[in-house]
């Protein structure tokens, strides 16, 4: 695990230092430089594998190709045996030096062959092309930014930012994206000159000519089998995968929440590692009494005989957002990586690698708007008349609970989404701030900057790329290739690395992901309740309580504390003055969102945190 960055067009070791001086967090173990009339390589490393012999920049024997790295390859064993067996000579132990010799046996291709994550960046002398590569699902990020015929990489936008003459202007079409999802849509960022490499996408500069394109999607076919059949397949899938992802020369531990995802995780860990697993939770105090699961978790460490280590978090929510920020280096309205950024610095104390069941929702069925999905089309039967002049308006009536109970929110969100066609309403739902709330919310400028675009044309094309028709299967590809990626997976690496602490998900792994697409989705959402293989996976295995748990969401207690401990940073941060002298938003709106969310008629927690974040990052990076 480590931070890479690098200019090519040109040679810039003094630059490109300083660009990896500001990943140090990624890599503090070690760091190295490569550079040659037309490349400059850089490289921070976390040593995880071949602790020895595993330095960057590596070249291959003959010195031909170059290549700096940021991830893990846990495949690379079968890939050594398949490359030995091809001619192919290893000076080290490390998985680097297998992409460097399958690049030289399959070209760009090999990235198609990789089972892990990484973004990597490699130099090959002889074509004088730079290949740019990110992992299928996500997991690891890479940015870049086009100059002329000159193209700087990173692993995070703040060393893009040292680029002499690096504008910080705001590409507005993306703050679209970011009130409307939370994150920034690749390949955009909210800097108009920075871009990001999507996930399952690579590059390839060449004399100055740049070029990208798609290696890898998603295929969502089908296939008939009993569910007897798809238990024992994901069975062996998750025995497999999770034994790979142990793979580790550095102590090594995982997540507990005592949930269905993190405990399938332990429970395999346990029963492959032979000696006690480190495990780690958090609990809140005081007004996050609801999110609290740190005794299901230690009952579920007792079972598996697991080394437990329970954590208390009483983040400063005011204080740890520009420190979080500077880590996005961009908006990102996602609360939860408050907690994760904080769980992390502890967790850092006993181990260097972590595994989190990120990923589990999305690829079995866990989010309560699959089901959701499914209800709708039933629902959809009763009489449009009545949903949309009758229940509707009686549902919006209701008041919404800030303090964390979002049934009706997400009855009124339901409702609303019912008068829509099944993929704008799932667009509508994993929206926070809708078309015409940012209407009205935008100044007559920005307007202007975002007029004739439809933020959730993003989401109608995913749908619209995935073979199947089934609303709940269309629901989670989307998810896969966006919430999971931009949302998820990007604070889990954010907040784990400003710790230098390596975080594996090997629930959202590419080949565990292409099996569950192959299964329908009434096998994982049965009886209105996600996850049902899982559940049958697991049954026997798990305790029992954890097999019946619903889910409960890793968040913050945002709603209270924007009312209480948050309260002066809202006044501030969202006054009339400070928003009119910001020129992005109308004042009047904004001051209406959070009258209503203190008087419980709306629970506005997301789009207020959004506000707050936004004005932080501007006070941060612009002003």
Known sequence: MCGIAGIAGRRDEALVKIMTDRLAHRGPDAEGCYADDCVTLGHRRLSIIDLCTGQQPMSSADGALWIVFNGEIYNFKELRRDLEAKGHHFRTQSDTEVILLAYAEYGEECVQRFQGMFAVALWDTR??????ARDQIGVKPLYYALDGETVCFASEIKALLAVPGMSRDIDFEALDDYLTYLYTVPPATMYKRIRQLPPGWLATWRNGRWETRRYWRLRWREELRTEEEWVEAVRAGLEDIIGKYMISDVPLGAFLSGGLDSSTIVHHMCRQAGAPVNTFTVGFAREGSLYDESEEARVAAERFGAAHHPLTVEADAAQLLPVILRHFDEPFGNPTALLVYSICEVVRKHVTVIL???????????????AGMRLAQS???????????????????????TRGFHALR?????????????????ASWISYFGPDERAKLYTDAVRRDVAGRDSWSYIRALAAECESQDPVSQAMYIDIHSFLPNNVLQYGDRMSMAHSLE???????????????????????????????LRRCMDGRLPGDVLRRKKVGFNPPMGVWLNTRLRPLVEDYLSEDTVRRRGYFNPAPVQQLIRDHRASRRDYTWHLWALLVLEEWHRLYLD
């Open 503 to 533: 975080a594996r998900v090997p629930l959202a792994d590419t080949k565990l992901v292409e099996l569950l697409a192959a299964i329908p989705s009434s096998l994982k959402i049965r009886g209105g309740q996600g996850k049902h293989l």
């Open 410 to 426: 997400r009855l009124r969100e339901f409702s609303a989404g019912s008068l829509l066609n099944p993929v704008d309403a799932y």
């Open 127 to 132: 074509t004088k092309t730079l290949l740019l």
């Open 379 to 401: 629902y959809r039967k009763v009489p449009a008349l009545l949903r949309r002049g009758l229940i509707h308006p009686l549902v919006s009536l209701l008041p919404e609970s």
């Open 356 to 370: 989190s069941g990120d990923g589990g929702d999305e690829c079995f069925g866990g989010y309560p708007r699959y």
